[in-house]
């Protein structure tokens, strides 16, 4: 557990770049999952045309995105919302915080940072696979469909 203030920059952290099945971003993590027990932190930088999760909702835990520069949509539960650099966007526990964020540029690259909490276990589910992933912080991720245990993007469009 981190005990001190944490001061960076983001031209000071280094990426993890992922590009799999459709998905496609750098992340620049700020809090480290090890570190921190409460909340994690991240920049993400979306590629254009591309999402960096499949769409989903958290049974315990709320995320919270501020949009940095570009824009897209965000797929809920029933609907599109359309954001916007500037916009903040607050995704409550439940199926009612479904959410897949997509930038709908063709050149530029949709930059936003996320804060989420990070009660643990924390239960995701996939709308679109109809799969579950059980988290536990610092411990492991499994995805499962029904009974039989499935590979993270297996379903996803």
Known sequence: MNNKIVV???NNIDS???NEHGYEFNKYEVTQRKDFSQVYICFYEIMPGKAAYPKHWHSYNTECFYIISGSGIIETIDSEIEIKTG???VFPCGENGTHKLINTSNVEKLLYIDFDTTNSPDIIHYVNS???GIIEHNISSTFFRDT???DYYDGEK
Do not use: A, G, Q
């Open 148 to 150: 039989d245990k499935v």
């Open 8 to 10: 960076k920059n983001l």
């Open 16 to 18: 993890k770049y992922k």
């Open 130 to 132: 109809n799969k579950i």
């Open 87 to 89: 916009d903040i966007i």
